[in-house]
């Protein structure tokens, strides 16, 4: 299912370049065009879902995809020992701007705290 | 399966008393004792995870789960509409000081970017 007017599913549909760096099964991944660490990845369903808000029981194997791209992510960029952040967003307080559930993969450098 | 020196594990055996405020299924979620925002509650599974990097195939429903209670618990504090922060600490560079598996759920304020 594709939303006509969403960046992440043109970015899916190859109709936006983005610097893919994962491409399997329900997900893709791409680099951050505003990077906030030396490794910062979004993790993206191919399908439309909307955010975490609107995960249901159907998407416990996309949740495990998510993850484990997460993972292998960090292991490639060598950050997996070192350490990175996992980061949804869901709405206008936490900042959300695209309505296409994502997964920041954010690694490379130490982390304050609170998380924003 | 518990870890017999883990903290959160001491929580969910009722060894530690905790502000629990969600207990269905496999996971249980607590008010942090050093809340970053009005809501900043911990999503943990009953069983011991260590993080992210620990989940596999095995961990669909676990992960719908999480994230569920996280949505259910957003909406009871009042923060469904606008807005919450999901995180998950992987390692050092994180600030991950609890090697089991939590979701952090953090809203009623606007928060800063980059998450940390």
Redesign the interface.
Known sequence: MKDGDCLFCKIIAEEIPADVIFDRGGVIAFRDVNP??PLHALVVPKDHVRD??A???S???L??EL??A??EI?EADG??????????????????TVFHLHL?V???????????
């Open positions: 906030q660490a975490a808000a995960v249901d029981a998407h416990g194997s949740l495990v993850i484990g997460a993972n960090a950050v997996d020992a070192s350490g990175y952040r996992l980061v949804l967003n869901v709405g206008a307080d936490a900042g959300q920041h954010i690694g490379g450098r130490p982390m304050a705290w609170p998380p924003g």
